[in-house]
């Protein structure tokens, strides 16, 4: 579980002196022979050491940058492990690369045994180092180091230089393989304030500073800075499991946040974090935020056409998110501002989600309907920090309509997410809305959706030994929007209908229909008609018969024996099966299926199956139902026995028996 230690680095009276260095031993003979790591013998490969080292100072060219430097050594025992020999670095830019951030100082070695069992070395080409644009404000520094192979050890050192100071450099100690030992130092001017949280349930091994006079100078500032050493050793690999938020929110890690800066020239101090009122009066009068949000004259001329002649709020509501969800593009940037502005963005039917969910908002408010903005983080990019206010923890936005006593939050990026339907990712703990006539609160996101689905099969078992019949799937709530997702990946629906007839090779569909496809706000349908090649011919005296033909539970996604953070599906799900089946004269059902009902405390979840017989005919049902979003780790082994025992009942065939 994430666990936050809040550190202010703030030095009164006398500290404990830190002294970190890099390391600098040789790789030697026992590293290369070592063929696992005795505190985790199943790991495929392991950091031998690992430093790094951030400070703020003066470069050659007289800016001021944060310079990070880091050294990694790393152990591979198997084939499985040789991808921690390719080596990515993250870089953050502005979008036509004024400032950025710059990578140098690159080195890297791998040693190894040649076939003569000799020890070898291989430097890394420079050459072979490249970069690789991900979008707008990000690019990726990649490089592999040479002479790969089961058994070698990899060492790497490189420098990333930052005009961005206001971004300290946080510190992952723990990574999906194990480390021996990780060790960060960082050097803080006074100049600049930061607070310093340490997330994730491992301990720190050891933690140190000293105060360093004088260490910072330019143009006659000076000032003293924090030494600060923090270590840890013998950490075990981060395991994440299905069903989780971002690893960032427990793997073991160091954070920092901007508290304050003065200028070193002006001396001139601006305060950065600040309580919500702030925040408040940040985004509303921003020019990428609030006054987009507030440009409802802008949008009035483009929705009138939409709304005319409709007078209820929500019939209002959702014309307008249906033409702009229709009208826009999404450019697949993230974010919560709109930097090209909504206008452009409308102009060129293209833009972020802070374009285009701006825009909704504004072109809401035009309707004259009461509208706030949610901002948020996404799963991938993890929990709020809710010790202080800051804004760069979201990387999300959405509109919030109020209409009656209900609201509803729209996402207007996607064009298959129904009205008040959001994406999965945005369904992770909570969201600030910002209104523009009072103060910000929070909102719960976690649990405002539900996916439901039920399979409907009426078969029949024929003398040739096929079986034919109807299978009817019904979809609503976000199941709905997963398969229409699913549906509109193919060129068409035929295509996706044959994807199903290769997805089961005994299974033949002879007529298929699909309903609300389209009709993003009703539940969606999809019949077929098929033909089952089930056995051979009749002239058998039993007949194995597994009624979970469609869909079977066979694996246990939760694997390991305790689990130390939630299991989160954003949503509960309602699943269901019901086969009618008919026997041709002369066959009884020998060993029916089992009727079980499985409970979890608390009613946080159930899987229930039920039999009825009648003539030659049967009535087989189940429904595994999951009623909580989030389930705790303690809640874990009652929620992993519930599948084991739902794989175990499926498994179970049923038995037609010749009179």
Known sequence: MKKALLIIILFIGTQRFAHAQDFDKS?????????????????????????????????????????????????????????????????????????????????????????????????????KVYTVKDYKYRSTVKFALPALRPGCVVDFKYRLMSPYLDGFRSWDFQDEIPKIHSKYEVHIPAFWNFNASLRGGIKLSNTSSELERECFSSHGAKCDCSHIVYEMKDIPAFIGEDYMTSPKNFIAAIYFEEVEWTNPYTSVKTVVAKTWKDIDH???????????????????????????????????????????????????????????????????????????NIS???????????????????????????LYPVISDFNYVIAKVNIGEKSYLLDATDPLLSFGLLPLDCLND??????????????????????SSTRALD????????IKGTIINYYSGYDAYKKRKAIKKFNSVDEYVESQDEKFPKLKIL??????????????SETFEVEIDAFDNLNHNRLVFNPFLWEKITTNPFKLAERDYPVDWGMASDSR????????????????????????????????????????????????????????????PYLKELYNKIILTEKADMVFKKK
Do not use: C
Request: no cysteine; hydrophobic share 35%; aromatic share 10%.
């Open 27 to 127: 790789v030697t003979t026992e590293d290369l022979e070592l063929k696992k790591y005795a505190k985790d013998t199943a790991a495929h490969a392991v950091f031998l050491d690992e430093f790094g080292n951030s400070r703020i100072d003066v470069v050659s060219d007289d800016h001021v940058r944060l310079i990070f430097n880091y050294h990694a050594r790393i152990k591979i025992f198997d084939a499985k492990g040789l991808e921690s020999g390719t080596i990515t670095i993250p870089i953050h830019h502005s979008a036509d690369n004024e400032t950025a951030e710059e990578v140098d100082e690159i080195v890297g070695t791998t040693y190894y045994r040649d076939d003569d069992g000799l020890m070898r070395s291989a430097p890394l080409d420079i050459k």
């Open 282 to 356: 940040l985004l509303k009068s921003d020019e990428n935020f609030g006054s987009q949000f507030k440009r409802k004259e802008l949008m009035k001329d483009r929705i009138t056409p939409v709304i005319t002649g409709k007078t209820d709020e929500l019939e209002k509501a959702k014309a307008i998110y249906t033409y702009l969800q229709k009208w826009y593009k999404w450019n697949n940037y993230i974010g919560i501002y709109s930097f090209e502005g909504i206008k452009k963005a409308f102009d060129s039917h293209s833009g972020s989600i802070g374009d285009i």
């Open 360 to 386: 909704l908002a504004a072109a809401l408010r035009a309707a004259d309907l009461n509208v706030e903005l949610v901002v948020l983080s996404t799963r991938e990019n993890g929990n709020i920090n809710m």
């Open 430 to 451: 909570k969201g600030r809305v910002i209104s523009l006539d009072k103060p910000s609160y929070w909102i719960e996101l976690s649990g405002l959706q539900k996916e």
């Open 459 to 466: 078969l029949t078992l024929l003398d040739n030994g096929k």
């Open 511 to 524: 007529k298929s229909s699909i309903t609300n496809l389209d009709s993003l706000e009703l539940p969606l």
């Open 577 to 636: 099966l019901v086969l009618s089946m008919h026997l041709p004269a002369g066959y009884t059902i020998e060993s029916p299926p089992q009727s079980v009902a499985f409970k979890m405390p608390g009613n946080g979840g159930m899987y229930a199956s039920s039999f009825e017989e009648g003539g030659n005919s049967f009535t087989f049902s189940n429904i595994i139902k999951f009623t909580k979003p989030i389930y705790t780790s303690e809640e874990y």
